[in-house]
């Protein structure tokens, strides 16, 4: 736990300290114990950290200080240079662990050891640290010093096979969802090793496998073989829930955006169009609320399932004429 007077917080994890060597998405970790009051330090290599050439970037001028994603998970933390490949770095790297809390990184599996900065060298020193090490396949196993990118994580994790077209190859999502979720499963990790902590006074090393974080997505479709003896496949703008294909990307005015679908938000999008005239006759005091997801999903409601793609296709005329930030704004005024 950190001395400095200066940090006051009075959020749950105020009084301690956090440093940060993680990359990429990973840094979302750390992003969250700042969120929850711990003084984050973010430890950079002398030339600035990688992460600052990640666009997004501000207006489109490329630059290291306008990455909009350095600057979305890196918002809350305080920043250092040090080069832990000199001997002096690691001196000083060791002098700030022994003050330290919690160390996250994400360096390949035996880096940190091999400059006597691994969990073994921190913890003798500091017996209540937490090092949290995030790596696309974990410390050990036959993978552990292959290197991957998000995709080939979310590729191996198994989600990539329920994401795009059914006529077509898988497909990835834009942002970096192996990563973040990686991040957020050490997140998760480091807060069990904190509680631990919290009751026996000792660290522990927390193993984060990007693999793994990606393959915790996927509980979604892992009900569904032996509930409803089907596998979910790719469905492109849709998605499959049992026997109900839910529309989820509608083409807007300016663009496509993506509409939460359950029965409530359906309900307000039925409001607005009675707002506008747009509403038929035969849906004037319907409840949308009335139908049973459940049993649409399992077949025993077919006239549900007629009733709602009717809704849906309702939906999708309407979202053609309005535009993004129409659709924001009202969403957000009809929270």
């Known amino acids: 736990m950190t001395d ?3 940090i006051t917080s009075s959020l749950p994890l105020g009084p301690y300290r956090v440093l940060d060597l993680a990359e990429g998405g990973f840094n979302w970790c750390g992003k969250a114990l700042g969120d929850m009051g711990a003084d984050v330090i973010k430890i950079e290599p002398p030339d ?4 600052r050439d990640r666009g997004p970037f501000h207006k489109d001028r490329v630059s290291r200080d306008t990455s909009l994603f350095w600057n979305a998970y890196c918002v809350n933390k305080r920043s250092i240079t040090l080069d832990i490949e000199t001997s002096e770095g ?3 790297f060791r002098n700030l662990a022994r003050q330290a809390d919690i160390v996250i990184e994400s360096f390949a599996p035996g880096y940190m050891a091999g400059l006597r900065l691994g969990y073994d060298d921190l913890s003798s020193d500091n017996p209540g640290l937490i090092l949290t090490s995030i790596t696309p396949f974990g410390q050990t196993g036959p993978y552990a010093h292959y290197n991957a990118t998000d995709m080939i994580a979310w590729s191996m994790g ?8 059914a006529d077509r190859p898988p497909a990835r999502i834009t942002f970096p969802q192996a990563e973040l979720n990686a991040g957020g499963q050490a997140l998760a990790g480091t807060m069990a090793a904190f509680w631990h902590r ?18 915790w997505t996927t509980m979604n479709a892992t009900p569904f073989p032996p509930l409803n003896g089907v596998n979910l496949e790719r469905d492109g703008a849709f998605h499959s829930r049992g026997q109900l294909s839910v529309r989820q990307v509608f083409k807007c005015e300016d663009g496509f955006v993506t509409l939460l679908s ?11 169009m009675l707002e506008e005239g747009a509403l038929p006759d035969w849906l004037l005091g319907f409840d949308v609320l009335s139908l049973d997801r459940v049993a649409m999903a399992t077949g025993s409601d077919p ?7 009717k809704i849906q296709t309702l939906e ?5 004429n309005k535009s993004k930030m129409e659709l924001y704004e009202r969403a957000l005024s009809h929270r």
């Open 4 to 6: 400095d007077p200066t």
């Open 303 to 309: 006239e549900g399932v007629e009733i709602f793609h």
């Open 158 to 165: 198994g989600m990539q096979y329920i994401c795009g077209d």
């Open 198 to 215: 919290q009751q026996t006074g000792v660290g522990q090393h927390v193993d984060v496998s990007m693999q793994v974080a990606v393959v």
């Open 262 to 272: 359950a029965n409530a938000t359906v309900q307000k999008m039925l409001d607005w």
């Open 48 to 51: 600035g950290s990688p992460t």
């Open 316 to 320: 999708e005329q309407f979202v053609q």
């Open 90 to 92: 690691q001196e000083m």
